[in-house]
């Protein structure tokens, strides 16, 4: 039996006098394929920011690979020093719905900046590398170009490239086909389905309800300040057993064919 | 009918020569120095550390408040009393115009940098850089374009107000042309050239940075 490599307990985030989650427990396996789901507003960007600490959590506990990030202070809350925000962001990537490429760098050198930059990587072998990882995405042909003479499908594949060139042991996706045309959305998850082929740990945002059931090994469902309902695709999203759950999953259904 | 001569002026251009090579020096003495200040006072006033935040706020607004000539007096006849040191023109006016500069680039600098899409920093920092790398790596060069044209007026302003320190007999073109003027008794020649000096070189100026823009803006892109 495996370790999780990450841990979740009595993890939460209030914005001032919004309680947007709490008490989130949460193991995630190596290998783990996690979609999370949920109406807007239930907090499912939140939860993500909270997990690579782009928000500080404002309660409980976040391990990884068993060790506790960040140290407690009096309140009770989690404090992180740049240094433990650094290291964290290294293992754990994350993939944005607005891409956030940097824009005055060429496709190559958004994918070479973090080994350059972070990881003291030469520039040479950091463009060498970055070179690997756009081939993986499929875009090798596009390393010279400006992010700007992208499409959008093509400026998220290089955003994943960019994640994956920090080999992160999870990866994180917010939402990361919403802001594509309809016919971008297909290229950008069959690398995220090549990914998960790999037996990558990965955590989805995604109104994608098909491709979460099939991509996903687990399913959660948030609503009420908290995981609502979870279970395997099968479970949640064919016999959904809680009346939010069932009813943002007939939403989803009312114009299929 | 007012008969024109530049003959006498002329005849004495080695001594406008010598004033703008003076004009010259200070000024890019005062704008090199005020970009490091600038810079420094607007990371300080970004900082969310008070003691740091508080000051840099508080020069800043001083000095883009008070006119240049109270500020170039204050730091020619107040500072030595209050330090009791020896004060040149030249140092005076370079410790005024670089303080005053650097609070015009500080707000100019900031401002570009809060312009920066908050995207930029959440994607810097999650592939694991510093506040730092950020800065220096992802906003700074971003910034730094966008704020290229208002620097370019600032520097320009920087250059005409460098005239006041003829008030304080520093040898800038300014002073070396009123003395000009009163030993040629040709003052509306000896100031005609001066202006000409300065739309000259000032358009001059203008003309390289508008080409460094256009430059910028081929390089690499902007995303709305
Ligand atoms: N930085 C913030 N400051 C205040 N409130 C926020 C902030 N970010 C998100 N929220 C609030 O938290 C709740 C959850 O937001 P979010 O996590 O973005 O939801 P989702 O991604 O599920 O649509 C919303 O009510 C939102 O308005
Ligand atoms: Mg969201």
């Known amino acids: 039996m495996s370790a999780p490599v990450l841990r979740l307990s009595g993890f939460g985030k209030q914005f001032g006098s919004l309680r947007v989650f709490s008490d989130v427990d949460l193991d995630v396996m190596p290998g783990d394929r996690i979609a999370i789901l949920g109406a807007s507003g239930s907090g499912k960007s939140t939860l993500l920011r909270c997990i690579n600490v782009l928000e500080t959590p404002s309660e409980g506990r976040l391990e990884l690979d068993g060790e506790l990030v960040g140290q407690p202070s009096r309140a009770g809350d989690m404090r992180f020093s740049e240094r433990e925000l650094c290291a964290l962001r290294q293992r754990v990537g994350m993939v944005f719905q607005q891409f956030n490429l940097f824009p005055h760098m060429t496709v190559a050198g958004n994918v070479a900046e973090g080994l350059k930059t972070v990881r003291s990587v030469k520039s040479q072998k ?116 809680r009346p939010l759950t069932q009813q943002f999953l007939a939403e989803h259904r009312r114009f299929q064919f | 009918m007012y008969e024109w001569d530049f003959s006498p002026v002329l005849a004495e251009g080695g001594f406008l020569l010598v004033g703008f090579r003076n004009t010259l020096v200070l000024t890019a003495t005062a704008l090199s120095g005020g970009l490091v200040v600038g810079l420094l006072l607007a990371f300080a006033r970004l900082s969310h550390r008070r003691w740091l935040k508080v000051p840099a706020g508080i020069v800043i607004e001083v000095f883009r408040t008070t006119p240049p000539l109270v500020q170039l007096f204050w730091f020619y006849f107040g500072l030595p009393i209050v330090l009791s040191i020896e004060m040149t023109p030249f140092l005076a006016a370079s410790l005024t115009f670089m303080i005053q500069s650097g609070a015009f680039f500080a707000e100019i600098f900031r401002a570009g940098i809060v312009s920066i899409e908050r995207g930029q920093w959440e994607a810097a920092n999650a592939i694991g850089m510093t506040y730092n790398q950020c800065m220096r790596r992802v906003i700074l060069p971003q910034a730094v374009k966008r704020m290229f044209p208002s620097m370019m007026e600032r520097s320009i302003e920087l250059m005409k107000t460098t005239t006041l320190v003829a008030t304080v007999s520093y040898a800038d073109l300014l002073f070396q042309a009123n003395e000009l003027a009163q030993k040629t008794f040709r003052p509306l020649e000896v100031f005609t050239v001066v202006a000409l000096i300065y739309f000259v070189s000032i358009s001059f100026i203008s003309f390289i940075a508008s080409r460094m823009e256009r430059r910028f803006a081929k390089s690499g892109e902007f995303t709305p």
Request: avoid cysteine.
């Open chain 1, 126 to 241: 950091a463009l060498e590398r970055a070179v690997a990882e756009l081939q993986r995405v499929g875009l090798a042909d596009k390393a010279d170009t400006y992010p700007s003479r992208l499409s959008g499908g093509q400026k998220q594949r290089v955003a994943i490239a960019r994640a994956l060139a920090m080999d992160p042991e999870i990866l994180l996706f917010d939402e990361p086909t919403s802001a594509l045309d309809p016919a971008l959305v297909g290229e950008v998850l069959g690398v995220i389905e090549q990914l998960a082929n790999e037996g990558r740990t990965m955590l989805l945002v995604t109104h994608e309800i098909g491709f979460a059931y099939h991509f996903a090994t687990r399913i959660l469902y948030l609503a009420e300040g908290g995981i609502y309902e979870s279970g395997t695709p099968d479970e949640v999203l064919k016999n959904p057993k």
